[in-house]
C-alpha cells in the first residue's frame, strides 16, 4: 500500500478508531462501569457540580479542603453529562482524539510536508501509548491538545474571521494551566522563526497578557502552590513502567530526528525549549508525557522517514531495521492495552460503594485512590493526587507513609487522630509493591489488633478496614 496517497488517511483514521476504542470495549467485554485512569473521578466529579449549576470554588472533598481551580474541560464534560457519564466518558475522548488526528493532517499538508511524512508522524501517534492513554480516558489534556491543533490549524487560515476564531481558541487554551500556555508560545514562536508569519506576534502577546493576568490573580489569591516531591512521578517512558508514557523506541527515534535535523536549529531551537520543559515538569504535571508526545513526533517522523527512504547496501539489513523499530513501536502500545484495566479493578469501587452509608466521613489509602474514594464512597481523604494547594502536602505526604509503613501502633493511632480517619482501603496492588512488599509488614501487623481495627468489608482481596476510636 502507498503510505504517499491520499486514500492512506482513510487506513489512519479507522486504525486510529479501533486502537482507541479497544479500552472501552475491553471495559464492556468486563460488564465494568469502572472509568479508565485514576484522575478520571476527580473531572466527573467535578463536571458533575458545574453540571448541577454550581462552579465550585471550594473542594471539601479532599481532608482538609482546597481551593478549586477551573478547567475548561469540566465544562465541556459537564455538557454531555447528560448523555449519561459512562457515555460522556467514552465519547468525549474519542472525539477528541479524532479532532487531533484530523486537524493534524490538514495542517501538515497546509505547511507543505511530504504526505508520507505526515502519515508517519499520524502513525507513530495512533500506536503511542500515550497517546491511546490520553484519548481514552477522561483528562484535560485531550482537550487542550484538541483546542490547540483545532486553533492552529485556523489560524494557518488567511481569513480575519478565521483568525478571530484561532485567537479565541488559544485563548481558551492558556485556562488549562501555566505549563500549557508556554508550550503554546514556544509553538507560536517555532512558527513565526520558520515562516516569519507577523501574526504570531498577536498569538503571543495575547497569551502571555491572559497567562499573566490569570496566574498572577490565583498567586495572589490563594498564594504559591507546593511542588510535590519528585519520587511522586513514575516517570515518562512506558516500557520503564509509566503508564501510558512515551514509548522508548519513540523517544531514541526522536533523539536521530533531532540530529538529522540539528543544523536547522536556529529555526528549531523553542521546540527544543519545550521538549527540555516537559522532560523537567513530569512531577508537576501529569499531562507532560502527553504534551512531550506532540513535539517529539516531529523529529520521530523525520528520522524514520529518512530511514525508510535513505539508501541501503544491503536490502536486508534496511528491512530488518524497520521490522525491529516497527515491532519495538507496537509493543509499547499492546503492553499499554494489554495492561489498560490494571489502575483500578471494579472491586474497588463495589466496597467504596457499600462504604457511602457508613458513618464517618474519612478513608485513609494510597494516594492513587484518592479520587475514586471521593467521588463513589462520597468520603473524603488523607491524600490523592491532586497536589495544587494541598494544604501541608509534605508533612502529609510523610504522615501517610508512616501510618503505612510503621508497627508503632501509639504512632499509627497518633497518626489517624491527626486526619481523623474512620476507615483504610487496602487494595491487592498495594500489598504486592505499591506499599508494602510482604505480608505483616508495617499496617498490616497492626491490623491484626481487633481492639483499634475491624474489617468492614471484603471483595476479591480489596479491604475496608474500620477504625475503632
Not at 463536571?47 to 481532608?63: F, K, L, T, V
Not at 516569519?196 to 493576568?213: E, P, Q, W
Not at 471494579?346 to 467521588?375: C, M, N, W
Not at 490523592?384 to 494541598?390: K, Q
Request: hydrophobic share 55%.
Amino acid at each position: 500500500m502507498n503510505t504517499s496517497s491520499p486514500a492512506f488517511l482513510k487506513w489512519i483514521v479507522i486504525a486510529a478508531l479501533g486502537i482507541l476504542l479497544t479500552p472501552g470495549i475491553i471495559r464492556l467485554a468486563d460488564r465494568s462501569d469502572v472509568l479508565l485512569g485514576e484522575e478520571a473521578y476527580y473531572h466527573v466529579r467535578m463536571a458533575q457540580e458545574i453540571a448541577a449549576g454550581n462552579i465550585p470554588e471550594y473542594d471539601e472533598m479532599s481532608y482538609g479542603g482546597r481551593p478549586y481551580l477551573f478547567n475548561p474541560y469540566h465544562l465541556m464534560l459537564a455538557l454531555l453529562l447528560p448523555l449519561g457519564m459512562p457515555v460522556a466518558a467514552f465519547f468525549l475522548p474519542l472525539v477528541l482524539g479524532m479532532i487531533t488526528l484530523l486537524c493534524i493532517s490538514r495542517i501538515g499538508r497546509l505547511l507543505g510536508m511530504e504526505r508520507s511524512m505526515v502519515y508517519g508522524a499520524m502513525l507513530l501517534l495512533i500506536i503511542s501509548p500515550v497517546f491511546i492513554s490520553t484519548f481514552s480516558t477522561v483528562n484535560p489534556a485531550s482537550a487542550f491538545i484538541a483546542i490547540v491543533a483545532l486553533a492552529f490549524l485556523l489560524f494557518l487560515g488567511r481569513g480575519k474571521l478565521q483568525f478571530m476564531f484561532a485567537l479565541l481558541l488559544f485563548s481558551v487554551a492558556v485556562f488549562f494551566g501555566l505549563l500549557e500556555g508556554l508550550l503554546i508560545i514556544m509553538l507560536i514562536l517555532g512558527y513565526y522563526l520558520w515562516k516569519n508569519d507577523r501574526r504570531c506576534f498577536v498569538v503571543m502577546l495575547l497569551i502571555a497578557a491572559i497567562a499573566a493576568i490569570y496566574d498572577i490573580s490565583s498567586a495572589v489569591t490563594l498564594g504559591i502552590p507546593q511542588l510535590p516531591p519528585k519520587e511522586a512521578s513514575a516517570g515518562i517512558i512506558s516500557e520503564l513502567g509509566q503508564a501510558g508514557g512515551v514509548s522508548l523506541f519513540l523517544l531514541l527515534l526522536a533523539g536521530i530526528g533531532i540530529i538529522i535535523t540539528w543544523r536547522e536549529k536556529s529555526r528549531l531551537w523553542p521546540i527544543y525549549v519545550a521538549i527540555i520543559l516537559l522532560l523537567a515538569t513530569p512531577h508537576i504535571n501529569r499531562a507532560s508525557s502527553a504534551y512531550l508526545l506532540f513535539f517529539l513526533v516531529i523529529f520521530a517522523a523525520k528520522a524514520y522517514n529518512t530511514i525508510v527512504h535513505m539508501r541501503w547496501e544491503a536490502p536486508v539489513v534496511r528491512k530488518a531495521t524497520i521490522t525491529m523499530i516497527a515491532i519495538g513501536l507496537v509493543f509499547a502500545a499492546g503492553l499499554y492495552l494489554a495492561n489498560a484495566q490494571q489502575h483500578i479493578q471494579k472491586e474497588v469501587k463495589q466496597v467504596l460503594v457499600q462504604a457511602q452509608g457508613l458513618p464517618g466521613d474519612t478513608i485513609l489509602s494510597h494516594g492513587r485512590y484518592g479520587f475514586i474514594i471521593e467521588e463513589v464512597a462520597r468520603k473524603k481523604t488523607v491524600l490523592d493526587s491532586n497536589w495544587a494547594y494541598a494544604p501541608n502536602l509534605r508533612q502529609r505526604l510523610d504522615d501517610v507513609n508512616q501510618t503505612l509503613m510503621s508497627r508503632n501502633l501509639v504512632q499509627v493511632k497518633k497518626n489517624l487522630a491527626k486526619y481523623d480517619v474512620d476507615y483504610i482501603l487496602i487494595t491487592p496492588q498495594m500489598r504486592q509493591g505499591l506499599v508494602w512488599n510482604r505480608e505483616k509488614q508495617g499496617l498490616l501487623f497492626l491490623l491484626r489488633n481487633n481492639e483499634t481495627f475491624k474489617k468492614v468489608y471484603q471483595a476479591d482481596g480489596v479491604e475496608l478496614w474500620e477504625v475503632i476510636p
